[in-house]
């Protein structure tokens, strides 16, 4: 699609954003989102993370116009989101996306290509592309109450992408898929991000979010808790070693008797060092710890987002 802002122009902008509800037979206020302000760039890949109640579909719902905002504005290529010429450019997978389960894959993308006024060639072209594109080409002939729920959040995607938008917008994308698919549509996410697209997304799986994107925001308790640059953010001097091994039951009593926090997996027994590792491979050496591995391991966007969350507190109300 035809692009009309300038290449520097933020693709999707927050101003200060709040939104209260009203809940429960007192109508008790909840504030859901609390001041969130952020910028993706054209053609960035933009992680929007948190636990669960942090506010990121409310943000996201007001960024798609299906709330409005108690405070703060959007702005969606540089104007106001509402303009129908912008909305053409976005993608949008909601988190629990829901269709007509009469309908088959074929159908249900038909009806959203007809909502973009997209021409019947064209629109046959579009579909045979993108449910093969998302490993539903075999099946495109099926309704839509026979798929597994991974399968309709692949149906989902290629819906999103029917309009080949400037803008892909996906609450939990990843969502319901097995491994393979988890796979697949990390490697289209990449395609997309090769040709161009701008893409935000949430997610809680922390390892695709780490794999895919330029930049992540950590959203707690409705606020921004981090923002910046995968490589701002994670610390490269921050290191630690990761030590797997097989003990005895008293060699391990002794450790946690040390006050070390010990994983067990199975046979096997995990533990992390900051710091020196000397003394601590001393002990398992002389206890008759049999070593699997001694990895050196540095910051990950798990470790910045679990302090994060514990940094913040969580006494206060999730929303």
Request: net charge neutral.
């Amino acid at each position: 699609m035809t692009t009309e802002s300038s290449p520097s122009t933020p693709v999707l902008e927050f101003f200060d954003l709040h939104k209260k509800f009203a809940v429960g037979l007192r109508m008790k206020k909840v504030e859901a989102v609390r001041g969130v302000s952020l910028s993706v760039a054209p053609g960035e890949v933009f992680g929007f993370l948190g636990p669960n109640g942090a506010g990121k579909t409310t943000t996201i719902k007001m960024a798609m116009g299906l709330i409005r905002p108690t405070q703060g504005s959007i702005q969606l290529f540089g104007g106001e989101p509402e303009r129908l010429e912008a909305r053409a450019r976005v993608g949008y997978l909601p988190e629990h996306p829901y269709f007509y389960d009469y309908l088959k894959p074929t159908e249900i993308l038909d009806f959203y290509a007809r909502i973009f006024g997209i021409s019947r060639s064209e629109r046959k072209r579009r579909i045979d592309s993108l449910l093969e594109r998302v490993g539903l080409g075999d099946v495109r002939n099926r309704t839509l109450r026979k798929f597994s729920k991974g399968m309709l959040q692949r149906v989902g995607i290629a819906q999103s992408l029917i309009n080949d938008p400037d803008l892909l917008v996906l609450d939990e994308p990843l969502s319901g898929l097995d491994p393979i698919g988890r796979k697949e549509v990390r490697d289209l996410l990449v395609e997309l991000r090769r040709a161009g697209k701008t893409i935000f997304f949430s997610s809680h799986i922390l390892s695709d979010i780490e794999m895919l994107c330029d930049k992540v925001a950590i959203v707690h308790h409705g606020r921004i808790q981090s923002i910046g640059r995968m490589d701002d953010l994670l610390n490269p001097d921050q290191m630690s070693t990761e030590i797997t091994f097989r003990a005895s039951d008293s060699l391990l009593g002794q450790l946690k008797a040390d006050g070390m926090e010990v994983d067990v997996l199975g046979d096997y027994m995990r533990l992390r060092i900051e710091g020196s590792t000397t003394s601590i491979l001393s002990t398992l050496l002389e206890g008759g710890a049999q070593i699997d591995s001694v990895l050196p391991k540095r910051e990950s966007l798990e470790d910045l987002f679990v302090r994060g969350v514990v940094q913040s507190g969580d006494t206060e109300e999730a929303s």
